[in-house]
């Protein structure tokens, strides 16, 4: 249950504070001493009160004026380790859901009743349904292929296929954002998701998954429930994922070159392929990166108050994460929810569509709910824990594990910087002025280090953030059919 709650306190991290009607807590309630509960009810209303004094102060820290800003930011992150040190006191229940709901539902229980993260009790939403079965749905044929990676992980990928009886163009391969899966790329559905224009003009489209989320959870002897399976982040994405997928792409179609579109992490693990990699910047004929995340120093929103938990001797200011999934599925206190989730507040339970200041204006309610109902599909802590030691050091460059790890794994006492002037794969790029994670200032650090960067495409709309690359009404007209241009040139 514990990492649900995480994701909540992501989502409200990430999100405008205007948002939401919260009471304020004074300040005395941020130095209450948290006891160990006796019993579930107890647990349950700690971890309520916790997240409540968690909230109320990030509220706060917002309206801080420059004076009060440093004091505002010291009972912020107080608020906020004490919220993460309660909910460890919380006990996971791992199971099925269902049964689970009827233990806390039906059992007559004294306490807090708990609710499925994705529960359509809560939301009223359609039932979840699978990448193959939505492409299925909106009418055009799907293949599900498994790929194995060098170091064991069994990668899925969704193929959507051209109409019968055409014959399809160059190969293009999809790579979700953080927390995401292939899923993400089709909520806009028939006619305007990007893998479906692309299917519809000719393109053999295959969509992705990396490791670690709801399709790419297996490996030869490592158990997901094993805390080493999830010792990987977006660099593992880069030099085990992508190789295996193109190399199986390739021999699939017989074609010698493929294209490649990634929307956020898709852009970072990418650049860390062809950095680290550098003869699959011959494979891939071009490469389209729609806000990607590379260098991540003017990263915007209050994701920078992270940095401030991060030890760079052993992340141990950043222990409460735990070492494994970040997002897997669990149960929520129900006041959590009627207090801070109702109507359009609902979205404060998806830790992605907030998460950077984007889709609250422009994603539509038919869209929302596949978004409740999909996502996130789940990554490992080790990932965002990599993106934060980015933001806090200004560069690309791998997983820092303190110095004394530094020199063991890598022979020096700071982790490597990804060599990017490797990269020549010809290069598009989208951004947004409206966008939090992949800022304006950061991209142009990035865009001078590379080789072959033909287009730069700044999207002019009002509150066009991270995600609404995938689920804005408005990405097919500002993004997608800029995006097959580029394919056909």
């Given at each position: 249950m514990?990492?649900?709650v995480?994701?909540?306190i992501?989502v409200i991290?990430?999100?405008p504070?205007?948002?939401?009607n919260?009471?304020?807590?004074?300040d005395?309630?941020?130095?209450?001493?948290?006891?160990?509960?006796?019993?579930r009810?107890?647990?349950?209303?700690?971890?309520?009160?916790?997240?409540?004094?968690?909230?109320?102060n990030l509220?706060?820290?917002?309206?801080?004026?420059?004076k009060?800003f440093?004091?505002?930011k010291k009972?912020?992150?107080?608020?906020?380790?004490?919220f993460?040190?309660?909910i460890?006191k919380?006990?996971?229940?791992p199971?099925d859901?269902r049964?689970?709901?009827?233990q806390?539902?039906?059992s007559?229980?004294?306490?807090p009743?708990?609710r499925?993260?994705?529960?359509r009790?809560?939301?009223?939403?359609?039932?979840?349904?699978s990448?193959?079965?939505?492409?299925t749905a909106?009418?055009?044929?799907?293949?599900?292929?498994?790929v194995?990676t060098?170091?064991?992980?069994?990668i899925?990928?969704q193929?959507?296929?051209?109409?019968?009886g055409?014959?399809p163009k160059?190969?293009?391969?999809?790579?979700?954002g953080?927390?995401?899966c292939?899923?993400d790329?089709?909520?806009?559905?028939?006619?305007?998701a990007?893998?479906?224009?692309?299917?519809?003009?000719?393109?053999?489209?295959?969509l992705?998954?990396?490791?670690?989320?709801?399709?790419?959870?297996?490996?030869?002897?490592k158990s997901?429930?094993?805390?080493?399976f999830?010792d990987?982040?977006f660099?593992?994405?880069?030099v085990?994922?992508l190789p295996?997928?193109?190399t199986?792409?390739?021999?699939?179609?017989?074609?010698?070159?493929?294209?490649?579109?990634?929307h956020?992490?898709?852009?970072t693990a990418?650049?860390v392929?062809?950095?680290?990699?550098?003869?699959?910047n011959?494979?891939?004929?071009?490469?389209?990166l729609?806000?990607?995340?590379?260098f991540?120093?003017?990263?915007?929103?209050?994701i920078?108050?992270l940095?401030?938990?991060?030890?760079?001797n052993?992340?141990?200011?950043?222990?409460?994460?735990?070492?494994?999934?970040?997002?897997?599925?669990?149960?929520?206190?129900?006041?959590?929810?009627?207090?801070?989730?109702k109507g359009?507040?609902?979205?404060c339970?998806?830790?992605?569509?907030?998460l950077a200041?984007?889709?609250?204006?422009?994603?539509?309610e038919?869209?929302?709910?596949?978004i409740?109902?999909?996502?996130?599909?789940?990554?490992?802590v080790k990932?965002i824990i990599?993106?934060?030691?980015?933001v806090?050091?200004g560069?690309?460059?791998?997983?820092?594990?303190?110095?004394?790890?530094?020199?063991r794994?890598?022979?020096?006492?700071?982790?490597p910087?990804?060599?990017?002037?490797?990269?020549?794969?010809?290069?598009a790029?989208?951004?947004?002025?409206?966008?939090?994670?992949s800022?304006?200032s950061?991209?142009?650090?990035?865009?001078?280090?590379?080789q072959?960067?033909n287009?730069?495409?700044?999207?002019?709309?009002?509150?066009?953030?991270?995600?609404?690359?995938?689920?804005?009404?408005?990405?097919?007209?500002l993004?997608?059919?800029?995006?097959?241009?580029?394919?056909d040139?």
């Amino acid at each position: 249950m514990w990492a649900l709650v995480i994701s909540s306190i992501f989502v409200i991290i990430f999100s405008p504070m205007s948002n939401f009607n919260v009471m304020c807590l004074n300040d005395s309630e941020l130095t209450m001493d948290f006891i160990e509960p006796r019993s579930r009810a107890q647990r349950e209303n700690s971890v309520f009160d916790a997240f409540h004094s968690f909230f109320s102060n990030l509220k706060s820290f917002f309206g801080a004026k420059p004076k009060g800003f440093e004091e505002k930011k010291k009972r912020v992150k107080s608020a906020f380790t004490k919220f993460f040190e309660e909910i460890n006191k919380t006990p996971s229940q791992p199971g099925d859901p269902r049964a689970l709901e009827a233990q806390y539902f039906g059992s007559g229980a004294a306490g807090p009743r708990l609710r499925n993260f994705y529960s359509r009790r809560v939301f009223n939403i359609k039932p979840e349904t699978s990448a193959d079965q939505l492409i299925t749905a909106h009418g055009y044929r799907v293949e599900s292929h498994t790929v194995l990676t060098a170091d064991g992980y069994m990668i899925t990928m969704q193929r959507v296929l051209p109409e019968s009886g055409k014959i399809p163009k160059r190969a293009v391969l999809l790579n979700h954002g953080l927390f995401g899966c292939a899923e993400d790329w089709l909520f806009l559905g028939r006619d305007r998701a990007l893998p479906y224009m692309l299917a519809d003009t000719g393109y053999d489209v295959w969509l992705l998954n990396a490791r670690g989320n709801r399709y790419s959870r297996m490996h030869t002897n490592k158990s997901k429930e094993r805390t080493d399976f999830w010792d990987f982040s977006f660099h593992e994405m880069g030099v085990y994922d992508l190789p295996a997928v193109i190399t199986y792409i390739s021999e699939i179609t017989n074609k010698a070159e493929l294209n490649y579109v990634g929307h956020s992490m898709g852009g970072t693990a990418l650049l860390v392929l062809l950095s680290r990699i550098p003869e699959y910047n011959f494979i891939l004929r071009s490469a389209i990166l729609l806000a990607p995340l590379v260098f991540m120093y003017h990263v915007k929103g209050p994701i920078r108050l992270l940095t401030d938990f991060y030890n760079r001797n052993g992340q141990s200011s950043l222990n409460f994460l735990g070492q494994t999934d970040f997002l897997p599925d669990g149960l929520f206190p129900e006041q959590i929810v009627e207090r801070y989730c109702k109507g359009e507040e609902r979205l404060c339970l998806n830790p992605l569509l907030l998460l950077a200041n984007g889709g609250r204006e422009l994603v539509s309610e038919e869209i929302i709910e596949n978004i409740l109902s999909h996502t996130p599909a789940g990554g490992s802590v080790k990932t965002i824990i990599h993106y934060v030691q980015l933001v806090k050091s200004g560069y690309f460059q791998m997983y820092d594990y303190g110095a004394s790890n530094n020199i063991r794994k890598y022979g020096n006492s700071t982790a490597p910087f990804y060599d990017l002037t490797k990269v020549t794969v010809p290069m598009a790029f989208f951004s947004s002025p409206a966008d939090w994670l992949s800022t304006r200032s950061d991209l142009q650090t990035l865009i001078p280090l590379l080789q072959d960067v033909n287009v730069h495409h700044v999207v002019k709309a009002n509150e066009f953030g991270h995600l609404d690359f995938l689920w804005s009404e408005d990405a097919p007209d500002l993004v997608y059919n800029f995006v097959l241009t580029i394919l056909d040139q």
